[in-house]
């Protein structure tokens, strides 16, 4: 890795150091990942976020709308695993079972599950969601092409300085989440029924708690519309009770 997130899209010139306060601020009201906190507050996009992502892990960037998917490779996930995962497979290498797979959030223990599933190690690359949703509905389904592309990427804006007070304010939620993945993510070894019950389980429990708090974000979201409340202040807000 090379560097932290937040510092990283301050040296591109893509956010400024109070919006990363203010993104920080939420993440600590409302739990997820960084990357997703600022995406949904508005301060950087999907492309934006998968540069700095790519900087950051060392992940090779794909653009899903240019590159031909063999057959072979589409066999090794069913389509329910791409869509329950966020997952689409770009390629694979047979002999060394080796299989390169789209995600926009290369999180390592939702790769695991993923490596289980295909029973293939896995080597993450880097796409839009969107671009990944687009690109099961072409091949899964057969749908034609006909949605926004999401390429070339955006290029970095001017450089600054990253504010390491952020760091001091929130030294918890600044360190690099240790649970991305950076490398290939190899199938663990034969798990129990009962085991296999659980992680379905836990998804299940996720994403039920996903879809609540996609409902309190919107919320929140028409509270800013109306005026109500400002960008960052409810975190604020709460991370100080």
Do not use: W
């Not at 997820?32 to 950051?56: M, N």
């Not at 099961?136 to 007070?165: C, I, K």
């Amino acid at each position: 890795m090379s560097g932290k997130l937040g510092d990283i899209l301050i040296s591109q010139g893509v956010i400024d150091h109070d919006k990363l306060i203010s993104a920080l601020s939420d993440q600590r009201a409302f739990g997820g990942k960084l990357g997703r906190t600022l995406i949904d507050l508005g301060y950087v996009t999907e492309d934006e976020l998968l540069c700095a992502l790519s900087a950051q892990l060392g992940l090779e960037l794909v653009d899903l709308d240019d590159v031909e998917v063999l057959p072979e490779a589409l066999r090794c996930l069913p389509v329910d695993a791409c869509e329950r995962y966020g997952v689409f497979p770009v390629r694979v290498d047979s002999r060394e079972r080796v299989l390169s797979v789209a995600t926009a959030e290369p999180d390592r223990g939702t790769l695991q599950e993923v490596a289980q599933v295909a029973q293939y190690t896995l080597e993450p690359m880097l796409a839009s969601m969107t671009s990944i949703e687009r690109a099961v509905r072409r091949y899964y389904f057969g749908e034609s092409d006909s949605g926004p592309r999401d390429f070339p990427l955006a290029a970095p804006r001017a450089r600054s300085v990253p504010n390491r007070s952020a760091e001091a304010a929130y030294p918890d939620l600044t360190a690099d989440p240790e649970s991305y993945a950076a490398e290939a993510v190899a199938p663990a070894g034969h798990a129990l029924d009962e085991m296999q019950e659980l992680r379905v389980l836990i998804i299940r429990l996720e994403r039920t708690v996903n879809a609540q708090s996609r409902a309190f974000r919107a919320l929140v979201d028409l509270l800013q519309e109306k005026g109500v409340v400002r960008r960052g202040e409810l975190g604020q807000r709460t991370s100080k009770k």
